[in-house]
């Protein structure tokens, strides 16, 4: 298995993903139209010690958003 400790104190951290009852995603700033379709969380992890969450898009998709 992969190790990705935390970037903060560099403990293991656990994999997992965000979720919530309603859709959760990145928006960006540059995404100013009518239509802004968040970029959905693909992957988290979480530190097992400090409780620091790091979350990851897809970084193309959000390209295609905001180019
Ligand atoms: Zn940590």
Do not use: F, W
Request: proline residues 6%; aromatic residues 4%.
């Amino acid at each position: 298995m992969q190790a990705h400790p935390c970037p903060k104190c560099n403990q293991p951290m656990d994999e997992g993903a965000i979720s919530v009852s309603d859709q959760i995603g990145y928006l960006s700033k540059k995404q100013t139209g009518m239509l802004r379709t968040v970029t959905q969380i693909r992957q988290a992890r979480a530190c097992l010690n400090c409780g620091y969450v790091e979350m990851y898009i897809d970084p193309k998709e959000l390209k295609q958003r905001i180019s």
